[in-house]
């Protein structure tokens, strides 16, 4: 069966410092990967799509990048935290697009 | 890109009541609507799903109505249990061009259930 791993599960940060998030998927080939934000536990926003390793779409002009190294590898990333980065994290994979995204047990950012 | 309303907001019901919750759409080409239950400081549960080519799909105390005409999908809980209580979203993916395949979610309804 297919498993998603996100890690940390929870972390604060001071702002302008560096973050780095990652995402990997078992149980699966060649997934469609997915970064999300959530804000006050309500409303996902879409912030990075990948198809394939290297193949990222940014959905949202941000303070924040995303790479897929490998093919079950995501990692959310940014040079310098702003405070409106805090929001809880979620990585999600799907087979086929549209079709059923899964998601991981997220990370919750709090930038002070 | 696809336009998703969800409605209610915050819905409260005793426990063996019936939920109901509603979503539109905007983009008249779509045809995959799931639905997700999100348990306070968890990720997304997929719980159910409907493709446009069938009106109704149930899941023992869940279901899920689709209406193309009218734009709208609906999640129905019967019976519902204080463990139903969690934060509901609904989705459906866009169509064309750079939103081909990405879901859009609605804003998401909060649901307690009293004992």
């Known amino acids: 069966s297919q498993t998603i791993h996100q890690w940390p599960a929870t972390l604060v940060q001071p702002v302008g410092s560096p973050l780095s998030l990652e995402c990997t998927v078992e149980g699966t080939s060649n997934p469609n990967l997915y970064w999300y934000r959530q804000a006050a536990g309500r409303g996902l926003q879409l912030l990075f799509y990948?198809?394939?390793?290297?193949?990222i779409s940014s959905e949202v002009p941000q303070n924040l990048s995303a790479s897929r190294p490998q093919d079950r590898q995501f990692i959310l990333s940014s040079k310098k935290l702003l405070l409106s980065d805090s929001g809880f994290y979620l990585c999600a994979w799907s087979v086929a697009a549209p079709g059923e995204q899964y998601f991981g047990p997220g990370t919750r950012l709090t930038v002070t | 890109g696809e336009n998703v309303e969800q409605h209610p907001s915050t819905l409260s019901v005793q426990e063996g009541d019936s939920a109901v919750i509603k979503c539109t759409y905007s983009?008249?080409?779509?045809?995959?609507f799931p639905w997700y239950k999100q348990e306070l400081g968890k990720g997304p549960q997929l719980i159910i799903d409907i493709r446009s080519n069938v009106g109704e799909k149930k899941d023992q105390r869940i279901a899920v109505t689709l209406n193309k005409t009218a734009k709208h999908f609906s999640l129905h809980i019967t019976e519902t249990q204080p463990e139903d209580s969690a934060v509901y979203f609904c989705?459906?993916?866009?169509?064309?061009?750079?939103?081909?395949?990405?879901?859009?979610f609605g804003q998401g309804t909060i649901l307690t259930v009293h004992p």
């Open positions: 989705a459906a993916p866009g169509t064309g061009g750079t939103s081909y395949g990405k879901l859009t």
């Open positions: 990948s198809v394939g390793i290297g193949q």
């Open positions: 983009d008249s080409a779509s045809n995959y």
